[in-house]
């Protein structure tokens, strides 16, 4: 039997990642406002429209490291950790909605001496984002968070969210194109981007502006960040009728369930990655995409039916079950 942690109260998380929280919360009114009012397009999409993901992930990804930290000891290489979380979101938040104002683009632009300041301040920021992150997590994978289910869903998300983060470095790479032009002195001040095969800028999906012409890494980053509010939800999701399933009140089927889901979870982010690598878009999967995707899925969807299988039949009481002598 293992012991279930208490839940934190609202008073134990990290304050410094709910103040960056509340902070940029107000953004997502004002950029949508901005969306609305503002007919400025920039690298192809609404020029607020940055500063309304940015503002939705910030708030989302502050509240759950403040959480997560409620359940770490008051180490101070954890303390210092997140309080480097916190002041880097809010950097490059800044940063993003400074850049709008003025009408530049924030990431990769070294057009001119303060855009060069700027976007450096960000790269560094990310890095310094991405160092604390690692910190927290080896502290985070030595705890019990909750019960077994959710321990795992956050150390598989906080390992999921880790290497989604670190699409980031992979985009700043210079493109081919870019490395030409910094020879044959037709530079345009942009060092990187998030397309494969095609330049930022042209078509884009609705909602999350990821290119329809080709490749795009910002798929792979949002969908593995994320990954540190999916799997904990999926397992919170799973213990809420416990109580009332008998199939779902075994911490062990939960917890089975929860880590076949975050194989899952990782073989999408990994099958993302490589999709974009390729310089295809997201909607328009080849066939060989196709078959890996539905491969993954398959197993995914057996091991649960397995999973579920073997904790019906394990279930006391069960009809037709015999009993043990």
Known sequence: MHETTPWPGVKAWHRPLLLVAAATAPFVVISLAGIVLDDRVLVGAPIWFKPFKFAVSIVVYAVTWSWLVAYL??????????????????????????????????????????????????????????????????FLMRRQIGGRPLTW???AGTVISLFGMGMAFMMTRPTTAQRDSLRDGGFAGIIGGHSVGVVDGGPIMPVTGWNTAGGDLRVTHFIGIH?????????????????????????????????????????????????????????????????????LLGVVVAGAATVIGAGWLALPGRPGRQPRL
């Open 73 to 138: 000891p008051r180490h101070r290489l954890v303390r210092w950790s997140a309080a480097v979380i916190a002041a880097t979101l809010a950097i490059e938040y800044v940063i993003i909605v400074g850049q709008v104002v003025r009408g530049r683009q924030s990431h990769f632009n070294v057009a001119t001496p303060l855009d060069a300041v700027l976007w450096a301040t960000m790269a560094t920021s990310i890095a310094l984002l991405w160092l604390a992150n690692l910190v927290v997590a080896v």
């Open 153 to 155: 869903a956050v150390r």
């Open 227 to 295: 990954a540190l509010q999916v799997l904990p939800l999926l397992a919170i999701l799973l213990s809420l009728p416990a109580g009332k399933v008998p199939l779902l009140g075994a911490e062990t089927v939960r917890t089975r369930l929860v880590l076949i889901a975050s194989a899952g979870y990782a073989g999408l982010t990994g099958l993302t990655l490589w999709q974009a690598l390729r310089g295809q878009p997201l909607i328009r999967p080849d066939e060989l995409t196709l078959v890996v995707a539905g491969v």
